[in-house]
């Protein structure tokens, strides 16, 4: 049986590839999800990857996680990274261990990214690295 790592995006991360290319690169989420399809295979593992623009439906894959025993959940929450109770508590409420990802690095951004609620709950975080960062989440979730 294989071990699978959920790859949950937020809000406007649907757009990847338009939306200000100059913060957040050329990569489509699309893109992103056939490399991390690629690497999972190289590290014998599986990867389930969605997008949502409601938080409830963040909320809900997280437990999901945890329900399907997820080996980890790679999380992008967008801008609910910095305004989500509900991502902190959902996430401090299982046990599968999830990784924050971030394209840009928030902490070189405005102040009001600097805040995490995601990054307080999570096992750690992998910022700054363009669609990198989350091949270099699946590497961590690897060697969980």
Known sequence: ???TVFVLNGPNLNLLGV???EIYGADTLDD???RLEDRAQT???AVDVRQSNHEGHLCDWLHEAQADGAKA???????LTHTSLALYDAI???RTPVIEVHISNPAAREAYRHKSYVGMAAMGSIAGFGAYGYELALEAAAKL
Not at 73 to 79: H, K, M, P, S, T
Request: avoid cysteine.
């Open 1 to 3: 049986m294989t071990d």
């Open 19 to 21: 939306r200000e290319p």
């Open 32 to 34: 992103i999800a056939a």
């Open 43 to 45: 590290l014998g593992l």
């Open 73 to 79: 959940v790679i999380l992008n929450a967008g801008a």
């Open 92 to 94: 401090r409420s299982i």
